[in-house]
């Protein structure tokens, strides 16, 4: 009886061992990718392009995203991690033209930091400098970057493309002050004129920032321009101007990332038809955040 009574002790006690047994024998590679994931991105944030590498052999995606939806690639840039960006434009699987949730890529990051050098080496690699909405020339010009402006303008960059909102590299070169920038952007036959789908014009964007001289600038330069276009058979001569894009999307925007800035159209002689009457209050526009990557990055 008693050695029934050790048998079945010895069962109980292998039976509570044994799943014991099996987690402690579990292999190390289970935890591996919260591991590798600590390790990729603070590789990322710490320019360790060894560790990438390291990663790369276990079989790390280049393009792998943080909880955020920022791509590697683009962490990397923000954070001026050019060895480990290096290691990344060396990797054939690495995507170029990744894009984040706000649909930026790695050339408009490059663009927005001035960064003419790596930007010509990514668009050598197949970045793309036109696109539809934002592109790389808004974000240059939005920092009065004047040699990424020309390089861009050099490769074909569409010197009127319109953001979603009708928003033109001019407004934005406009908004940062930059007079060669500006010149640099006429030079190349961006529309003084234009507007976006709020009724905002560049020398409203310069007004904005109280950037009162380019303001004047950019109205005469306007003012030339409608002198000497005519009118076309049949078109409207009044006091209106061509509005490019549709108002943006209604999305819930994400205050970390996007600014709001309004300002108030320059006032204009009303028509004699009340129904054109432009809206006498300030209108706004929302665009990407220009200082964020003068801000330490959020956690």
Known sequence: MMIFKRKMMNKTILSMVLPLTFVLATPVSAQEPEFESRNWYLALE???????????????????????????????????SWKVVNALLANRRTDVNIENESRETPMMYLALMG?????????ARGGQ?????????????????EETVRYLLSQKAIVNAPAPDG????????????????????????DPSMQ???????????????????????????ARKAASVPAAAGS???????????????EQPDLN??????????????????????ASSGSSSRYFDLDRFDKPAQP
């Open 257 to 278: 990332r996007v600014q709001t800035v309004t300002v108030e159209p320059t006032p204009s002689p009303a028509p004699e038809s009340s129904a054109s009457t432009p």
């Open 46 to 80: 710490n320019d360790r392009p060894n560790i990438i590498e390291q990663e790369f052999i276990r079989g790390a995606n280049p393009n792998a995203v943080d909880a955020k939806g920022n791509p590697s690639l683009m962490l990397a840039i923000r954070n001026q």
């Open 236 to 250: 409207y001569s009044g006091n209106t101007v061509q509005t490019y894009g549709v108002p943006e999307r209604l």
């Open 129 to 145: 400098i036109n696109r539809v909405g934002w592109s790389p020339l808004h974000y240059a010009a939005s920092k009065g970057h």
């Open 167 to 190: 928003t033109s590299p001019l407004m934005m070169a406009a908004l940062s002050g930059k007079r060669a920038v500006v010149d640099v952007l006429l030079a190349a036959g961006a």
């Open 115 to 123: 960064e003419t050098a790596r930007l010509r080496e990514l668009h």
């Open 196 to 222: 976006n789908a709020q009724g905002l014009s560049p020398a409203d964007w310069a007004r904005s920032a109280n950037h009162e001289q380019l303001a004047s600038y950019l109205d005469q330069a306007a």
